[in-house]
Nanobody, 123 residues
Framework: QVQLAESGGGLVQAGGSLRLSCAAS????????MGWFRQAPGKEREFVAA????????LLADSVKGRFTISTDNAKNTVYLQMNSLKPEDTAVYYC????????????????WGQGTQVTVSS
C-alpha cells in the first residue's frame, strides 16, 4: 500500500501563490507517476497536473497552464504543486494521487489517493 499526505492548502487572495506538497510513504517502489486533482463543491473531480517520479513527462490542464507547476523531490518521495496567479475559480479541495501504470487525465486510473487539502482563493 501507498500512503499519500497532502499539505500546504489555505486561504489566499486572488493573484497570490501557494505550494502544495504530497508526501508518499509505504510501498512507493514501482510508482510510475503522481497526479494532482481538485474538486469544487457540486462538481466532479478534475485533473490538474501529473508527472513521472523520474525526469520526463508532465501533464497540465489547460486551465492552469502558465500558472501552476508540478515537480518532484525523489529523495523526499514528495511531489509539489506550485500555484501562482491564483483565481477564485481555483478554489477546491486538492487531492494527490499515485499511479503504478502511467500518467492519466482520468482519476479512475490512479491507484492511491490522499485525503485532500483545501485551497480557498478570495476575490
Amino acid at each position: 500500500q501507498v500512503q499519500l499526505a497532502e499539505s500546504g492548502g489555505g486561504l489566499v487572495q486572488a493573484g497570490g501563490s501557494l505550494r502544495l506538497s504530497c508526501a508518499a510513504s509505504g510501498r512507493t517502489v514501482g510508482i510510475y507517476g503522481m497526479g494532482w486533482f481538485r474538486q469544487a463543491p457540486g462538481k466532479e473531480r478534475e485533473f490538474v497536473a501529473a508527472t513521472r517520479w523520474s525526469v520526463g513527462s508532465t501533464l497540465l490542464a489547460d486551465s492552469v497552464k502558465g500558472r501552476f507547476t508540478i515537480s518532484t523531490d525523489n529523495a523526499k518521495n514528495t511531489v509539489y504543486l506550485q500555484m501562482n496567479s491564483l483565481k477564485p475559480e481555483d478554489t477546491a479541495v486538492y487531492y494527490c494521487a499515485a499511479s503504478r501504470t502511467g500518467l492519466f487525465y482520468h482519476p479512475n486510473l490512479y491507484n492511491y489517493w490522499g485525503q485532500g487539502t483545501q485551497v480557498t482563493v478570495s476575490s
